[in-house]
């Protein structure tokens, strides 16, 4: 009951300091991974392109992709690092810069702050999938909002992010730091894995259940990974 008439931001806060408990707890707390200035080249083979749909606030969207992916490719994961989405872009708000774009809030295209830097954590668990990282956290969006004819990126590929409840966190489990790079165009988002040593490029595919349902499972070199259901 508390809880439903608590302020979004306080809830916010207090989701927060809960997380940041559960991380010292479980031994999580001194293992993100941090910024560093050291150059990792792309030698490898993990890329992954989408396109960037053009819409009445695409503009907004590419600013807020900006921010965001200057934050991601400072970051140096090492090994047994987790990469955490929210603790390296931080608060989507106007203050540190954000602006309003549309998200999908409730299965419904809503204005906020920081909106479609869902595209980007998705991009980036993409990528982590053909590189076979550990996923630690990750949640796909409640709705399907597209259509075949629409979508820009596989069902079952995605990876909504909501700041103070939803992360996306990645664990380096390969035996050299990684860092993520970009490419961002007008209508197009390459994301790139750069390593010291070549990856491994895995085979993904999301299959949608023969039941009818919007039910999507993702194989890993023919072996399950996840599932993903979607309204």
């Known amino acids: 009951m508390i809880k439903k008439i608590l302020p979004y931001y306080i809830k916010v806060r207090l989701n927060i300091l809960k997380n940041k408990i559960v991380d ?12 560093s200035d050291k150059k990792i080249h792309y030698i490898g083979n993990i890329e992954v392109n989408q396109k960037i749909k053009q819409t009445e606030t695409s503009s907004a969207k590419l600013k807020n992709f900006e921010i ?3 934050k991601i490719e400072k970051i140096q994961i090492n090994p047994n690092e987790i990469f955490s989405f929210w603790k390296t872009v931080g608060s989507p708000s106007k203050k540190n810069g954000f602006v309003e774009s549309r998200s999908i809030v409730n299965g419904k295209i809503t204005p906020t702050y920081g909106g479609g830097l869902c595209q980007l954590s998705g991009i980036i668990y993409h ?3 053909y590189a076979n990282l550990d996923i630690i956290e990750r949640y796909n969006h409640s709705s399907d909002i597209y259509t075949n004819e629409t979508r820009f990126t596989p069902l079952g590929s995605d990876a909504t992010v909501v700041y103070g ?4 966190k990645i ?9 993520f790079s970009f490419s961002l165009k007008k209508n197009h988002l390459t994301i790139r894995i750069n390593s010291e040593e070549i990856i ?3 085979n993904i595919e999301f299959i949608q259940s023969k039941n009818g349902k919007n039910e999507i499972s993702t194989y890993l070199n023919g072996k399950f990974l996840t599932k993903s259901n979607y309204k």
């Open 68 to 70: 965001a992916i200057n």
């Open 171 to 179: 664990k380096n489990n390969l035996k050299k730091p990684i860092k």
């Open 165 to 168: 409840f939803k992360d996306l």
């Open 127 to 129: 990528a982590s999938l």
């Open 200 to 202: 491994n490029n895995n």
């Open 24 to 35: 010292f707890f479980n031994g999580k707390a001194f293992k993100y991974a941090k910024i």
